[in-house]
């Protein structure tokens, strides 16, 4: 056994306190992720920080059980659209439809399909006389106008007029594909009924608040209920 004495000054070899030699850093271009621990052990050991949680939490947000390591549902999917893109396509696509709807009530004379209201009657009366007789007839007519436009335009390729001219086009949030005919006729239904039914200027308003405050996809009521996204094509 060795009786040397470290010189004056200096620690012993097994000082408690000596300080050790530090573990080797990754390389600057690499992560800490290349590569698992030593060991197999997982984050949160051996200088490893433990990896951040996956994109809005790895859930599905539609309430599916998906956990860590879920996909981003728009990785790999062009940007979503700028809501006033979005406006203006919507407002082209009105005008489409629009534009003829009032031709034909022209052509059938203007007061054909207007209901007079200056005779004191009470909201009963005038929603009564709007859904009977000819009034029933143009509502129909409307209904099969605007809701088959977007539905038949959303399948076939996922732009109507508007947003093909304001380079826009609606898809699927899961895997950004076009719409299916299930998907593109209730994304249809939802965004036209109640307008064109009972909310003429509420549910346009309603639609407007919820893509403005949906966050991450800018969402509006009729793409959740599609699960649908609408992006940029340019």
């Not at 007079?116 to 129909?140: A, C, F, P, Q, R």
Request: glycine share 12%; with cysteine.
């Amino acid at each position: 056994m060795s009786t040397d004495q470290p010189p004056p000054g200096e620690p012993p070899e097994e000082d408690p306190f000596l300080k050790k030699p530090q573990e080797p850093t990754p390389p600057s271009g690499g992560s800490p992720y290349d590569s698992p621990p030593p060991g197999g052990a997982g984050g949160g050991g051996g200088g490893y920080p433990t990896p951040p949680p996956p994109y809005d939490g790895g859930r599905d947000p539609y309430g599916g059980s998906g956990g860590y390591g879920m996909p981003d549902p728009l990785a790999g999917m062009p940007p979503l659209a700028d809501f006033g893109k979005r406006l203006a396509a919507r407002i082209i696509d009105v005008l489409i439809i629009a534009v003829p709807l009032f031709l034909i009530q022209l052509a059938f004379g203007p007061n054909r399909y207007t209901v007079e209201t200056n005779k004191g009657e009470d909201v009963t009366e005038v929603i009564t006389k709007s859904y009977s007789g000819s009034g029933l007839v143009m509502t129909l007519i409307s209904i099969v106008a605007y809701v088959g436009y977007d539905w038949w335009f959303t399948k076939k390729s996922g732009q109507t007029v508007g947003k093909k001219a304001m380079g826009l086009r609606v898809a699927m949030l899961n895997d950004g594909s076009v719409p299916q005919s299930n998907a593109a006729l209730s994304r249809a239904a939802v965004l036209w009924l109640p307008t064109l039914i009972c909310c003429f200027c509420l549910w346009p308003i309603a639609l407007v608040i919820s893509i403005l405050v949906d966050k991450p996809y800018k969402q509006g009521l009729h793409d959740k209920v599609a699960r649908t996204v609408v992006v940029q094509t340019t």
